[in-house]
């Protein structure tokens, strides 16, 4: 199974911007998909971001123009920049990959709170 540890959630103003970090235990070069979702208090988890191997990225309405997903294969690491957040963004964030063969595997998750 393939770890994954998030960094870089926080605190942080409305119209401010945080980076989140997934450090992955083996190579993410072969790895289809890797991604982020968000889980508020009392809501389902939803997706933020997803990148597929090629570069491909999906981003839902709510976060499209403000959220960018990225991968570095040489670091075994995606990322996800935050501008312009919201209160509406605070949520715990967890990351994930879709290896062919395996079950989704998650983060722990980090949290990030959106607040004056």
């Known amino acids: 199974q393939v770890q994954l540890v998030e960094s870089g959630g926080g605190l942080v103003q409305p119209g401010g911007s945080l980076r989140l970090s997934c450090a992955a235990s083996e190579s993410i070069s072969s790895i289809a998909v890797m991604g982020w979702y968000r889980q508020a208090p009392g809501k389902q988890r939803e997706l933020v971001a997803a990148i597929v191997s090629s570069g491909f990225t999906n981003y839902p309405d709510s976060v499209k123009g403000r959220f960018t997903i990225s991968r570095d294969n040489a670091k075994n690491t995606v990322y996800l920049q935050m501008n312009s957040l919201k209160p509406e963004d605070t949520a715990v964030y967890y990351c994930?990959?879709?290896?062919?063969?395996?079950?989704?595997?998650w983060g722990q998750g980090t949290q990030v709170t959106v607040s004056r």
């Open positions: 994930y990959v879709d290896k062919a063969g395996t079950a989704r595997q």
